[in-house]
Structure formats: C-alpha cells, structure tokens
C-alpha cells in the first residue's frame, strides 16, 4: 500500500541554522503531496502543498520540491526560528479520500 | 478560516466508562475523520465519514464505534474507555472525495483514561 517515510527526530538545531527533513513517499498513482506543522498543544495545520512532478511549495520561508524521479518531498528553510520548534509531518493523498502520513519529525530550535 | 472545534481540550475518564468525543465543522465539507496520535507511532486513523450517516473504518477502529447525523458534526464514541485508549484524539476535515485536497484539523482532545 502507500506509504510515507520521514527521517526521525528529534533534529536540534541552532537558531539561523539550514534544515533539511527528508521524506520520501510510495510512487503509485500521481499522488498530491503536503507537509503538515503541529505547534505544542494544537492540530496540525497545511504548511505546504505540490500537486504535481517538479513543483515546488512554499510557505513562511519552507520550501519543498516534488520530485518524482526519487519519490522525495524533502522540506527545507535557510535559516529555522525558535519559533519553528513543531513536529513536521509528510504526507500524500491516496486512494479514495485516505492520504498516508509519515510518522513525523520534531524539530527544537535553540536560541 | 476554516473553523474545526473539538468538544474538549482535556478529559480524564475511568476505566469502564463511555466516552463521547464531538466534532464540528463551520466548512460544509463532506468529509471528515478522526485520528488518534500516539508518540512515534505518528497519526492513526479511526473512522473517517464522506456523507451524513455514511461511517468507513480506518485502520484501528476496534474499541471505537462514530456517529454522524448532521453533516456537521461527527462523533466518536469509546463504549467502554480503558487504559490504553489514553492518547491525543484528532478531528479533521476535507472538502472533495479527491484526496489532492488538504485537510483541516482541530486543535485536538487529550484523553486519559484512568
């Protein structure tokens, strides 16, 4: 079945400091792909989403290329906040109206 | 703003007892699901529903039973709590039968069952 792999954390890094987390997905179909924050205490909101091979989303200075060649969705940012501290969590649509999550990543930001 | 609200931010029940989580929604949106999350396991779906009194198992329904008889809300129930239902509950949303879509989360009820 579908699946969605992400790399574990918890990924500590140092404020300004370049995040990478990676995530690659099952290549079936022509999925939808998203990464999802959850803050301390909340649900998970959309941080970003591509629908297709070779876009790129964006958003709140996140960034992920949809790449089909190497079924990766890796999310990046040039320079993470204290305020980033969340866990991340990739994503793909599936069939029906069932998406596949990764099991998530938590990302703690040190001033 | 999508608009997703929980019944309860946090609940203690007893062992035993009945336990009804709510879910209401502010979008119109045909589908809705409930999760459970539970530290490295990531999000494990219960139920989900596409339609008013329409109810699909996800992959760890046993133990839960839902209901859902206004398009906007739907509910979960725990007939009988017990200790290792305790985990965060989460409620979400979507607008399509297609999946491409996003979904919408509440912010969540963290059940503990002693």
């Known amino acids: 079945g579908d699946s969605v792999t992400q790399m574990e954390g918890p990924v500590t890094l140092s404020e300004e400091a370049f995040l990478t987390i990676n995530c690659t997905y099952t290549a079936t179909g022509y999925p939808s792909l998203f990464w999802y924050v959850q803050y301390p205490g909340e649900g998970l909101q959309l941080l970003l989403k591509?629908?297709?091979?070779?876009d790129k989303g964006s958003n709140k200075g996140f960034e992920a290329t949809y790449r089909k060649e190497t079924t990766s969705f890796h999310l990046e940012k040039g320079s993470v906040q204290v305020s980033d501290s969340a866990v991340y969590f990739c994503?793909?649509?599936?069939?029906?109206?069932?998406?596949?999550f990764g099991r998530g990543t938590s990302l703690i930001v040190h001033p | 703003d999508v608009k997703v609200t929980q019944s309860s931010r946090y609940l203690v029940k007893r062992t035993g007892e009945k336990v009804f989580l709510e879910c209401v929604q502010d979008m119109d949106h045909e589908n809705m699901f409930w999760y459970r999350q539970d530290p490295g396991l990531g999000l494990r779906l219960i139920y989900f529903s596409y339609d008013v009194k329409m109810k699909e198992k996800g992959d760890i329904p046993e133990g839960y039973s839902v209901s859902r008889e206004k398009k906007e809300r739907f509910s979960l129930i725990l007939e009988s709590a017990s200790t290792n239902q305790t985990s965060m509950y989460l409620c979400?949303?979507?607008?399509?039968?297609?999946?491409?879509?996003?979904?919408?989360f509440g912010p969540g009820t963290r059940l503990t069952v002693t």
């Open positions: 979400a949303i979507s607008p399509s039968p297609d999946a491409a879509y996003e979904q919408y």
């Open positions: 591509a629908t297709k091979a070779d």
């Open positions: 994503a793909r649509s599936g069939g029906s109206y069932i998406p596949t």
